[in-house]
């Protein structure tokens, strides 16, 4: 089956500090990419849309100054949350569907926490 | 407005048990309806997806009904198991192509006690 990864799986950080969540297709190519975050009980909700070769495309609400998204190649995607507060603490999920499928294949995540 | 909803935030059932979970959305029309199971500290793993068209799938233990006119899927796990324990995860496909980002319920806890 088709695999994503995430690295790193956990990351504490200070205050007004950067990070960077890396996303990785591992077994195929995607053009695609969507980053997710999700609160403790609560759903995911997209942040942003990740295209190979272009710029991100950020939902409402998101401040693309803010979560820096760089999609490099087909099977990589970034996330860079900049000078991050504690209310960015969250868990990071990245997802890619994989060539016409309409199902989408997560990577394991990633816990932010900003102290 | 546009909602999702999981009407159950826990489900609690006993082993071998069909535990039955529900998702209902309003001003939507999505394509297709995606159920996911998602592990505590885990990103989600896709299960199934129904196209509108379709009233019920199948695969193994699981089923999943669609019913556009009521707004509703309808998820089964037949004979429960304890390792069926963990957070159900409805997703909206409203785009007509492949490749569109999800729209993602809050999930239902189902605990299978043995």
């Known amino acids: 089956g088709a695999v994503v990864s995430q690295h790193p799986s956990w990351v504490i950080c200070k205050s007004g500090t950067s990070v960077k969540i890396e996303c990785r297709s591992l077994?195929?190519?995607?053009?695609?990419m969507f980053w997710y975050r999700q609160f403790p009980k609560q759903s995911l909700m997209l942040m942003a849309t990740?295209?190979?070769?272009?710029?991100?495309?950020?939902e409402q609400g998101v401040e693309k100054d803010k979560f820096l998204i760089n999609h490099a190649s087909l099977t990589l995607s970034t996330l860079t949350v900049t000078s991050a507060h504690p209310e960015d603490s969250s868990f990071y999920i990245c997802?890619?569907?994989?060539?016409?499928?309409?199902?989408?294949?997560f990577g394991p995540g990633t816990r932010l926490t900003v102290t | 407005s546009q909602k999702i909803e999981q009407n159950s935030e826990a489900l609690n059932i006993q082993e071998g048990k069909t535990a039955t979970l529900t998702c209902n959305y309003t001003n939507y029309s999505p394509a297709y309806l995606q159920w996911y199971r998602q592990d505590p500290g885990r990103g989600p793993v896709f299960l199934l997806l129904i196209r509108e068209n379709e009233k019920e799938k199948r695969k193994e233990r699981l089923k999943v009904t669609f019913d556009t006119t009521l707004k509703q899927s309808l998820f089964h796990i037949t004979a429960s198991q304890p390792a069926d324990s963990a957070t159900y995860l409805c997703?909206?496909?409203?785009?007509?192509?492949?490749?569109?980002?999800?729209?993602f319920g809050k999930g239902t806890t189902l605990s299978v006690s043995s």
């Open positions: 997703a909206l496909d409203t785009s007509n192509q492949a490749g569109t980002a999800l729209i």
């Open positions: 997802s890619a569907p994989r060539g016409s499928a309409r199902e989408q294949y």
């Open positions: 077994d195929f190519q995607a053009t695609t």
């Open positions: 990740s295209n190979e070769g272009s710029k991100a495309t950020y």
